[in-house]
């Protein structure tokens, strides 16, 4: 779907009060089938293999251990693989928004039933390992204070103003326990491309804050950042980066923005088109 059809609805919704605006917005999603819950599963495994595979490396176990997770999104699949995969006591699930439901756990139970029938035998409902926290800022209401072994989030903290990621990051000090890990997959790429194959991965790095904030809504804010900003943010609030990956586009494509702006001018090209970030923390 061409970027500008998506971008008007999204922001007639945004002008909509909030319950009504996000109630049209799950509609869309679904009938623009975004939430093919059996895609989600494959494509959250694939990225917890990668995640798991590094862990083993470095000597991570999440065995007994309590997960928090940023940003649940449609449906506790993170959750369900932490806790009967990876073993895992409890995961505590947290969302600005509320996406969760009881059909769409139910559709997600199924699946699973049907993929992993050893392990998922009698699941009913969400199961109590899991504790759903939407419409909760963990800024405001984190979980206790040394209480967490693991912080996860996958293609979350790219919808994160800077501002929260700090707050967010210094509050984590506090919940983790000192031997605490943040487990992030980011992803920094302009999200438009993905349905509107005449833009690049980077489009959106030629327009200044100003235009950008005129394009973009609460529905799909996206905060740009590039791969040593988030660096940044992590290492002024008290991490030491212990791992990192990203790619790189093989040749720089031919749609990539003639001209970037001045904000991203001294970025290498390497640092402007990294993707698919992952990030392992510990304290510092
Ligand atoms: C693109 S979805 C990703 C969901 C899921 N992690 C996944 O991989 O499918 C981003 C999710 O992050 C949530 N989110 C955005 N900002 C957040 C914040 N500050 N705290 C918690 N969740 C947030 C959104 O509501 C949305 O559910």
Same mark, same amino acid.
Request: charged letters at 30%.
């Given at each position: 779907m061409k970027y500008i059809y998506r971008q008007t609805l999204f922001k007639i919704l945004a002008k909509l009060p909030i319950n009504l605006g996000d109630f049209f917005y799950h509609s869309l999603q679904k009938a623009i089938g975004s939430l093919d819950l059996n895609k989600f599963v494959e494509r959250q495994q694939k990225d917890l293999e990668k995640v798991t595979k590094v862990a083993e490396k470095l000597n991570i176990s999440f065995e007994n251990s309590t997960v928090v997770e940023i940003g649940s999104g449609w449906a506790p699949v993170t959750p369900y693989i932490f806790i009967?995969? !990876? @073993?895992? !006591?409890?995961v505590l699930t947290y969302d600005i928004n509320e996406h969760y439901s009881q059909n769409r756990i139910k559709e997600l139970n199924n699946i699973f039933i049907n993929k992993f029938p050893k392990e998922f035998k009698n699941i009913n409902g969400l199961p109590d390992s899991i504790r759903y926290f939407p419409n909760t800022d963990i800024i405001k209401n984190p979980p206790k204070s040394g209480s967490v072994d693991f912080v996860y989030s996958r293609n979350v903290l790219e919808h994160i103003s800077p501002n929260n990621l700090f707050s967010i990051h210094k509050i984590a000090i506090d919940f983790l326990k000192p031997n605490g890990k943040l487990i992030h997959l980011v992803s =920094?790429?302009?999200?438009?491309a993905y349905s509107d194959k005449t833009l690049s991965l980077w489009d959106f790095l030629q327009y200044g804050q100003g235009q950008w904030d005129r394009i973009q809504t609460r529905f799909d804010y996206h905060n740009r950042l590039r791969l040593p900003q988030y660096i940044d943010i992590f290492e002024k609030t008290?991490? &030491?980066?212990?791992y990192k990956f990203h790619d790189n586009p093989s040749e720089i494509p &031919?749609?990539? =923005? @003639?001209k970037i702006d001045d904000e991203f001018e001294s970025f290498s090209i390497e640092e402007l088109t990294a993707g698919s970030l992952i990030f392992i923390l510990e304290k510092n």
């Open positions: 009967h995969f !990876l @073993k895992a !006591l409890r =920094p790429s302009d999200h438009r008290g991490y &030491k980066v212990i &031919k749609n990539f =923005p @003639k």
